[in-house]
């Protein structure tokens, strides 16, 4: 008999064989950032934007749309819902939670794909997140080929020289576009992407409280990453908590010893620890 799971955390999510990718975005919010997040009610405001799309389907503008259905959905939930990418604060946390992507209308590449793939998945179109370097997107089905939609801008339609100059400017990548960027992600994937995220501006910010909570969730994803043990470490040192530090720095070493880092850690481990050892 299968274990019983808890879809109602984040981790409970995690152990489904399909995960759903909103209600997981969802739930890390609530955990992370919004303690009163009620997950039922934006997935029944997605439902509801189904509906509305479902009948904005049937009456798209242009033939190319109508006889597309992903293209037809694109027109209505950047054109006519009004998502859009964020470009004015792109570095805001708001725009990596779904629930705030879905009040203000506003989202970064993977949030914006992430609503158009759930959208999408409720209306029997097949979608999902294509991860290109710097810049992700959602690939679809329009029944006849795979076609590749750029959601955070505006959802056109992307060329495959379109997206190597997307990678291009976004990472400074001068090579060709490799085919493995063209697979579908995995959902695991776009989850640490979508954490990985919110690390960096919480670290940047030196928000320390929310890039544990952040960290701690990414730990969840990726389990076996020694670089999470890394991060906890380093965070709880900034906070001066010296035992945890300590701890999970230890365990970082003794998972990855040969890293570029590792020489540099423990030298400073060594000294900061003394330190704090001889004022105790």
């Not at 799309?53 to 939930?77: D, E, G, I, R």
Request: hydrophobic share 40%.
């Amino acid at each position: 008999m299968a274990p019983l799971t808890n879809r109602d955390t984040f981790s409970g999510e995690l152990q489904q064989s399909d995960i759903d990718l909103l209600r997981a975005g969802l739930l890390f919010s609530r955990e992370i950032a919004y303690p009163n997040l009620d997950v039922a009610a934006y997935e029944r405001e997605l439902d509801e934007i189904a509906a509305r799309a479902s009948q904005a389907l049937v009456t798209a503008s242009t033939p190319a749309k109508s006889s597309s259905p992903p293209l037809a959905l694109a027109q209505f939930l950047f054109d006519e819902i009004g998502f859009q990418g964020n470009r004015t604060a792109y570095d805001d946390p708001r725009n990596s939670y779904l629930n705030d992507v879905l009040q203000r209308r506003l989202g970064i590449p993977i949030s914006l794909s992430v609503i158009y793939i759930a959208v999408a998945r409720r209306l029997g179109i097949a979608a999902y997140g294509v991860g290109l370097p710097g810049h992700f997107v959602v690939g679809a089905s329009n029944g006849v080929d795979e076609i590749l939609l750029d959601p955070f801008h505006g959802g056109r339609r992307l060329t495959l020289a379109d997206c190597e100059r997307l990678v291009r400017e976004t990472t400074g990548h001068e090579g060709a576009l490799q085919p493995s960027w063209l697979r579908p992600a995995p959902k695991r994937s776009i989850l640490a992407r979508m954490l990985n995220n919110l690390r960096m501006i919480y670290v940047q910010r030196e928000q320390w409280d929310e890039a544990l909570a952040v960290i701690e969730h990414l730990r969840q994803v990726q389990p076996d990453a020694p670089e999470h043990l890394r991060d906890l470490g380093l965070i709880h040192y900034q906070r001066g908590q010296f035992y945890p530090a300590a701890h999970y720095l230890e365990s970082y070493l003794e998972a990855a010893p040969e890293t570029p880092e590792a020489a540099a850690i423990r030298q400073n481990l060594t000294t900061a620890f003394g330190r704090w050892a001889r004022l105790n």
